[in-house]
DNA sequence: CCTTGACCTTCCAGTGACTGGAACCTTTAT
DNA sequence: ATAAAGGTTCCAGTCACTGGAAGGTCAAGG
């Protein structure tokens, strides 16, 4: 397979794709004659687990330890289970962050009349006036 | 007042307080003799205005339009509140992206012993074997 | 007078994970 | 012959800083 159609097929941008070997993420592929990079069915099944895996919110390095325990048939399942459980935390640290965020916006905005009016106790809030 | 003492009174690192300069999201500082930047009360309430707001999650570039509205007498607080509920819409779609991806990456890890064993499904989900 | 240290200045480079674009080559179809 | 669609490389930009180098300024202490 071509760069393009690896590309559509596991659901990442032949330019990311680029990327991804540049940074070490996958190994260099294969090329053809016209120097082409050539895909094969595991390279696809790889990027799919990236792709995958990047949806779910893991960085470009946990991906790292997570297709080094992929590829190793001796890997032990606590040490995935550990990445897995430790991201779960980091996204409930995000998603309280983003609650609070939200709470407090949304009392700003209860109390400004949002009309033609210059009077907006949103930015007088913003401002520190009161608090 | 010199950078350093307005960083310390606004929450903001002096270097950030330079940067938001050279972005233009605040105009160049008045100079002393020595070529340091000199900062008047004005200024620490813009610098406490823009780590507020950057602290509810706003971005460069809505401050500068929530800084123009603020310096505006003339505003209308429908324009504010549109941002301020534009930026609530936005944090709600982060969330429910992050409440996905935990609900997901949860029901990986629930299948996987997390033992001395190799056997992960958490691997095998991420490849796409169920999935 | 000299030094030390804290503060200030500028500018350049790096972060994460791409993405856009230029300039060019190859293949396929018309 | 030519055009379109694919491929190649490399450089620059995104966002909001942050780190660091190399140097100027100021106040206090010996």
């Not at 990047?54 to 991906?63: D, K």
Request: aromatic share 6%; proline share 3%; charged share 25%.
């Amino acid at each position: 397979m071509n760069i393009g159609e690896v590309a559509t097929q596991a659901g990442v941008p032949a330019k990311t794709i680029r990327y991804y070997e540049s940074v070490g993420l996958i190994p260099a592929a294969a090329r053809r004659g016209n120097g082409y990079r050539s895909y094969s069915q595991t390279d696809l099944h790889t990027l799919r687990f990236i792709h995958r895996a990047r949806e779910l919110g893991f960085s470009v390095a946990e991906i790292e330890d997570l297709l080094a325990l992929w590829r190793n048939k001796r890997r032990k399942s606590q040490a995935v289970k550990a990445i897995a459980l430790a991201k779960i935390a980091e996204i409930e640290r995000k998603i309280a962050a983003l609650e609070t965020m939200k709470r407090t916006i949304r009392h700003l905005t209860a109390h400004c009349h949002g009309d033609a009016r210059p009077d907006c106790p949103i930015l007088d809030d913003l401002a520190g006036d009161g608090g």
